[in-house]
């Protein structure tokens, strides 16, 4: 694939999943708790836990840290899933009238989602090789975007604290976040699951 096109449609993925895995779901997840729509307060408050390896990445790959490029491969297959997995969430989101706009809308998300999230893993999985040597404008065009979120962060971060945000503080924050994240997928694989099976409960 030629060097510009794929540049683009890195920058057209982040763009979309601003708005398919961020802005969307933050839209939805607020309009549900305003409803006291339960199963959907819950099947987004998953959504959100799962989806926070994405913001992990781009913490990583602000300091061009290698493995941000597995996280950002694996993150869109752990989000389908989040909202995919659950029986009982699907059978009350199932049993609500199709034709309300918030449990439409949430179906109509979960597709786009869907569509979106395996378009990103396609294009992430050519960037896998740059686990091993960050060259070329592969590699560099997803490390564009955080780095322009972390000049923003950091304009922020000062203005509000006073404080230095750096690189180096970022790249630190992603590991402690990816420790954190791992031994919570752990527990869930090992512990929650064999005891509870595809039903979400308090997860």
């Not at 699907?90 to 049993?95: C, I, K, Q």
């Not at 179906?107 to 990103?120: D, E, K, P, T, V």
């Not at 590699?139 to 955080?146: D, K, Q, R």
Request: with cysteine; charged share 15%; aromatic share 18%.
């Amino acid at each position: 694939m030629p060097e510009l096109s794929y540049r683009i449609l890195v920058w057209l993925a982040y763009r979309l999943a601003a708005t398919f895995a961020v802005g969307l779901p933050l839209i939805l997840f607020i309009w549900a708790a305003f409803r006291k729509e339960a199963s959907m307060v819950r099947l987004l408050s998953i959504y959100w836990k799962i989806t926070s390896l994405m913001g992990i990445s781009m913490l990583l790959l602000t300091t061009q840290r290698p493995i941000g490029y597995i996280t950002f491969f694996i993150a869109p297959f752990l989000m389908v899933s989040s909202i995919w997995f659950w029986v009982d969430l699907n059978e009350e989101l199932a049993d609500l009238p199709p034709w309300r706009p918030l449990p439409f809308t949430v179906r109509i998300w979960r597709w786009a989602l869907s569509g979106f999230s395996f378009m990103f893993a396609g294009l992430t999985f050519i960037s896998l090789p740059c686990m091993k040597t960050i060259e070329g404008s592969n590699c560099f065009s997803w490390i564009e975007a955080p780095l322009l979120l972390h000049k923003i962060t950091k304009r922020v971060f000062e203005f509000l604290f006073g404080g230095n945000w750096n690189e180096a503080l970022a790249s630190s924050l992603g590991y402690l976040a990816l420790v954190i994240y791992v031994i919570g997928l752990i527990q869930w694989l090992f512990v929650r699951l064999p005891r509870y099976g595809r039903v979400a409960g308090g997860f």
